[in-house]
């Protein structure tokens, strides 16, 4: 079952009311210099659980390039109950704010972190030796990558090999740490680890499958097919963590098994590109379904080393105005 997620970001408009200037939340002392790293917090649950049941193979390679990671970043308590109040009017048809989207420029001014706060991020993760490969226009997270050594001095953790089966992976071995002046605004890292979700299936003792035409009358979308509503003019962004078969090969054998209408996806990379790997059908499960039902709707499919770090770009970058992702677990 494909899982929309309703984001921020998506049309462009410019609110009534004003939103008072955010404070810098960083102490003024660690602006004015470098961050004090003497004095640490360590972040909760930041070690993936899937280490639990893996083989532990032990220290990376030192030089091993790691990335894109994002820090995710805080909203004040104020931004965070403003945002919460705008989502709901946006929602209810009785306020002024009903289905009034915000660009992602909008959002930084409202909901995103102040320059100065942004500034001692970024001095801090440069004092390590890490790039900064981008910086969030909504100015809620930056992205960067450098050696396992690098990550390692910035987060005081450790980043081990491990093994599950015959499958090879990465992660923080040891609990993520950032100096305590970032607290205020430092929330979570993504791209620590490469470990992927596992696609799980209802299938039983034999396959059931659903063609397109399955998925009209389940859904009773016929009527809207017939009145001319089929996706024509709308834009779909699909994100995953695989590359695509050369060719969309599989995606174009999809559509012409089926006769359905389309052109190949638009296909964006952020990101070292982590190449076709175990994700790659779930990537042509999410395209070849969106184009089974928004049958001419124009697709973006947008890939990382993480799902996650791949919509948080796609919402960011502003690339479409509905993103689909069946990664995650059964609605119920």
């Known amino acids: 079952m494909l899982k929309r997620l309703a984001l921020l970001g998506c049309v462009a408009f410019v609110c ?14 660690n602006r004015l210099g470098p961050i ?13 659980p899937r280490t639990r049941a893996a083989q ?26 403003a945002l919460e109040k705008l989502l709901n009017d946006q929602r209810d048809p009785s306020s002024t704010n009903f289905r009034k989207w915000l660009t992602p420029e909008q959002y930084a001014d409202r909901f995103g972190l102040v320059d100065d ?33 690098q990550v390692e001095s910035a987060l005081g953790t450790r980043i081990h090999s491990y ?21 205020p605004v430092v929330g979570a890292f993504v791209g620590l680890d490469d470990f992927r979700p596992q696609p799980h299936f209802t299938n039983g003792n034999g396959t059931h499958s659903l063609a397109p035409d399955d998925l009209a009358v389940i859904y009773d979308l016929n009527p809207l097919y017939n009145s001319g509503i089929d996706g024509t003019g709308q834009t ?3 994100v995953g963590d695989s590359a695509l078969e050369p060719d969309f090969a599989d995606i174009r054998t999809f559509r012409n098994r089926f006769h359905l209408p389309g052109a190949d996806p638009q ?23 969106v184009g089974a039902v928004a049958r001419n709707a124009s697709i973006i499919y947008v890939y990382s080393s993480s799902f996650v770090v791949s919509s948080v770009y796609a919402v960011d970058q502003n690339l ?12 119920q």
């Open 267 to 289: 296909v964006v990379l952020y990101g070292t590109d982590p190449g076709i790997n175990d994700s790659v059908s779930e990537a042509d499960l999410d395209i070849e379904s």
């Open 117 to 149: 706060d942004l500034s001692s991020i970024r001095q801090w993760v440069e004092s390590h030796g890490l790039s900064i490969d981008r910086a969030a226009r909504g100015r809620n997270w930056i992205g960067f990558s450098g050696t396992a050594a």
């Open 163 to 183: 093994r599950i089966g015959a499958e090879e992976h990465f992660a923080n071995a040891t609990e993520v740490s950032i100096p305590s002046a970032l607290a």
């Open 56 to 81: 532990d193979m032990g220290p990376v390679d030192p030089s091993r390039k790691i990335g894109p990671v994002m820090v995710l970043l805080k909203r004040s308590n104020e931004q965070q109950a």
């Open 320 to 331: 479409a105005p509905v993103i689909s992702s069946s990664y995650g677990a059964c609605e």
């Open 16 to 29: 009534g009311s004003a939103v008072r200037a955010q404070d810098a939340r960083v102490p003024l002392v």
């Open 236 to 238: 779909i962004a699909i």
């Open 36 to 48: 004090d790293e003497s004095r640490r917090v360590i972040l909760p649950s930041t070690i993936h």
